[in-house]
């Protein structure tokens, strides 16, 4: 499926779709070594030592904040594989245009143009 933008763009929405698959099983992938590093960190101090435990707890928090980052990341990947098969993908959530191509091959899960997204900046 293709969606006319202008003169001669095109948004090749197959294309677009896999992309965002691609892009679901490369995060799902990287899930593992993420919930290792998060895992509880043990408080025995007889086991190992303060700075180690410090480390260990500063891994831990690293490793969530990028496990909910992940996890956003889905959720938009999800939405955007939702658009696609609804007819909307492509399209600004705010304004309804067309996002540009090369806004979409930057970020495939893009739900704003970019004069939207300044906006919000």
């Known amino acids: 499926m293709l969606l006319r933008m202008s003169t001669d763009s095109t948004i090749d929405i197959e294309r677009f779709r896999q992309?965002?698959?691609?892009?679901?099983?490369?995060i799902e992938s990287q899930a593992e070594e993420r919930s290792e590093s998060a895992a509880t960190v043990e408080l025995d101090q007889t086991r190992v030592g303060r700075l180690s435990r410090m480390d260990a707890?500063?891994?831990q928090a690293m490793a969530k904040a990028t496990g909910a980052r992940?996890?956003?990341?889905?959720?938009?990947?999800?939405s955007a594989l939702q658009r696609c098969e609804d007819g909307s993908y492509g399209y600004c959530l705010?304004?309804?245009?067309?996002?540009?191509?090369?806004?979409?091959e930057v970020d495939p899960a893009a739900t704003?143009?970019?004069?939207?997204a300044d906006a919000d900046s």
């Not at 992309?19 to 490369?26: E, F, I, T, Y």
């Not at 705010?94 to 979409?104: A, G, P, T």
Request: charged share 20%; glycine share 0%; net charge positive.
């Open 19 to 26: 992309l965002l698959v691609d892009q679901r099983a490369q």
């Open 70 to 78: 992940a996890q956003l990341a889905l959720t938009r990947i999800a």
């Open 57 to 59: 707890m500063q891994q």
């Open 112 to 116: 704003l143009c970019i004069t939207c």
């Open 94 to 104: 705010r304004c309804e245009e067309l996002i540009n191509v090369k806004r979409l």
